[in-house]
């Protein structure tokens, strides 16, 4: 049984060191179990910064370094303990290995022995503390400046391989050949961290998920349908997009929390991480949520391996676009010219989307009249000799493929003709419309039928 039990104050007891000491493993056992209730996990770095200059000099040191050891103890290096000896590290990575784990290692505490160092009697094995001095003053009055005995955790370096028999061990980093031939700090492994600001790959996957995320959202926002201002429309067809869009727009807000968070728990990045997996299997053809990778707080670099891998197989998962969308630039003498894909020059249907500040009669009425549509090449001198291209069909209401927005209006066009064979040909498209068609904006659509 651990000596960890409340010390019995009465009136004329004899004090000793000892009754000091039993009250401060009392508290801190109280601390550390009620703490652990609360957060199982309670174990990790939370700061983690190593000497890069050091590594080519061949040794490993560290400049900074903060957490919580397995056992419960904290620690702040430089700020209130001492950084551990920097190591060489050549001798200990043979060339029978591709990676070096570096360990951050404690004493254990020892019932019963001594727990720091004393010069009058050294002790055989490694001691939990170093002795220091360091003057106080009395906070009451401000005066009496003392110096007096504490004690700083005695860390220590160790490789994968060499004995941690008797101490407290926390792996934070692993070392591996660089295509130059020297070494460097792995970029793959996590160390166990209570933050992910101190574990890299984490912080890494979780901002890379915002990007894509937004992206991916925004390319289906792009495809909703919008009759009229500040109200959208998906029809049954799309229900698929709706659902995918609803999945990410309520997985962005929490995990851009999260990437502005770099103190929050990594369980908590895998939780919504997790959680999007999850739902992101609605759209997959195989797999199923339960084969999401669990959280292994001893394991990150594996728990967030696995989760990465699955999301990123899940967000390329393609539903099919119902339209393809030719992008038209806007050249010289009023010519707008686009270049249009092979594979949709058959078997589809093509519309033309006008927007402009001319009055929307004027723009459904008088487009089909004074367009000319072609190929790019063609349509100048369709212009110059006022002849007419491709018959344009206004619709009053466009195909549901097409994501109908506000204060467009939309025409077929006629596939037919020897304009309609310059496009084939020429791979490309060009529209023109007089200069009384103000504040222009133009894009051409391929439906397929």
């Known amino acids: 049984m651990d000596h960890v039990q409340r010390v019995l104050w009465h009136e004329g007891m004899f004090i000793t060191p000892n009754h000091f000491q039993q009250a401060d493993r009392h508290a801190e056992s109280v601390l550390h179990r009620a703490l652990r209730a609360v957060q199982p996990t309670l174990r990790g770095l939370t700061d983690l910064e190593v000497d890069r200059d050091a590594l080519g000099t061949g040794s490993f040191a560290l400049r900074s370094c903060a957490g919580v050891m397995p056992d419960g103890t904290v620690f702040a290096m430089p700020e209130a303990d001492e950084l551990p ?3 060489p590290f050549e001798q200990a990575f043979t060339s029978d290995r591709d990676r070096l784990g570096i360990l951050l290692c404690l ?14 009697r050294p002790s055989p094995t490694p001691v939990r503390y170093k002795r220091r001095g360091v003057r106080v003053r009395d906070e009451v009055h401000g005066g009496s400046e003392r110096e007096i005995p504490v004690g700083v955790c005695s860390f220590s370096l160790r490789f994968d391989g060499e004995a941690v028999e008797g101490q407290v061990s926390l792996r934070i980093a692993e070392l591996v050949r660089s295509p130059s031939g ?11 961290a209570l933050c992910w600001g101190a574990t890299p790959p984490v912080g890494r996957l979780l901002k890379r998920m915002v990007d894509i995320c937004c992206a991916k959202a925004g390319d289906l926002a792009a495809q909703r349908r919008q009759r009229t201002q500040g109200m959208v429309e998906f029809s049954v067809s799309e229900s698929a997009n709706y659902l995918l869009l609803h999945t990410l727009n309520g997985a962005i807000p929490g995990l851009m929390h999260l990437a502005a968070s ?11 991480l997790a959680r999007l997996c999850g739902a992101l299997h609605t759209f997959a053809a195989d797999g199923h949520p339960r084969e ?64 402009s500040s001319a009055a929307a009669e004027k723009v459904s009425l008088q487009t089909p009249a004074k367009a000319k549509v072609a190929s790019a090449g063609k349509v100048p001198l369709l212009v110059a000799q006022a002849l007419k291209g491709l018959g344009l069909t206004y619709l009053s209401v466009p195909p549901g493929e097409i994501p109908a927005q506000p204060g467009c209006s939309y025409f077929e066009v006629q596939r037919s003709g020897d304009e309609w064979q310059s496009i084939v040909d020429a791979r490309s498209i060009g529209v023109y419309l007089p200069p009384d068609f103000t504040d222009l904006k133009m894009e051409f659509m391929a439906v397929k039928e």
């Open 262 to 272: 770099p103190r929050a728990h990594p369980e908590l990045v895998w939780r919504e």
């Open 85 to 87: 000896p920097s190591r």
């Open 292 to 355: 999401v990778s669990p959280y292994r707080h001893d394991d990150l670099t594996a728990t967030f391996a696995g989760l990465d891998a699955r999301l990123r197989a899940l967000l390329d998962t393609n539903i099919t676009a119902r339209y393809v969308p030719i992008a038209l630039a806007r050249g010289g003498n009023g010519v707008w010219t686009g270049r249009v894909p092979e594979s949709v020059l058959d078997a589809h249907r093509f519309y033309l989307s006008v927007q």
């Open 182 to 192: 020297g070494f460097a700090v792995s970029e793959d492994f996590a160390p166990t």
């Open 107 to 120: 004493p254990d505490r020892r019932p019963g022995l001594a727990s720091s160092d004393d010069p009058s």
